[in-house]
C-alpha cells in the first residue's frame, strides 16, 4: 500500500521522509536527500533535488532524509511505498 506525505522541509536539521522505495519531488525551493539508517551528519551531502526536475524514484531501502538547501519555504512530496 503506498501512500503521500507532504513535508516542510528545515535548513537547520535533516527531517526523516519516511522509509523508501518511494518516488520524492520538491516544491518550492531545493533539497538535499539522504539514504541512511540514522539521522545524517549536520555536514552530511547528499543529491540535490530541484523543484523543475522530474519525480525521483528511490528504489533502496532505508529510512530517507530531507534538508532544504535555500531560504525558500521548500516541501518534499513523497510517494511512499512506490516501486
Do not use: H, Y
Not at 45 to 68: E, H, M, N, V, Y
Amino acid at each position: 500500500m503506498s501512500s503521500t506525505v507532504v513535508i516542510t522541509l528545515s535548513q537547520s536539521a535533516w527531517l526523516p521522509l519516511g522509509a523508501s522505495p518511494a518516488l520524492v519531488a520538491v516544491n518550492g525551493g531545493e533539497a538535499c536527500l539522504v539514504l541512511a539508517d540514522a539521522a545524517p551528519d549536520a555536514n552530511a551531502i547528499g543529491f540535490k533535488l530541484r523543484p523543475t526536475d522530474l519525480p525521483l524514484p528511490i528504489q533502496a531501502s532505508g529510512q530517507l532524509w530531507g534538508r532544504a538547501t535555500s531560504a525558500l519555504n521548500t516541501q518534499a512530496v513523497v510517494l511512499l511505498g512506490a516501486a
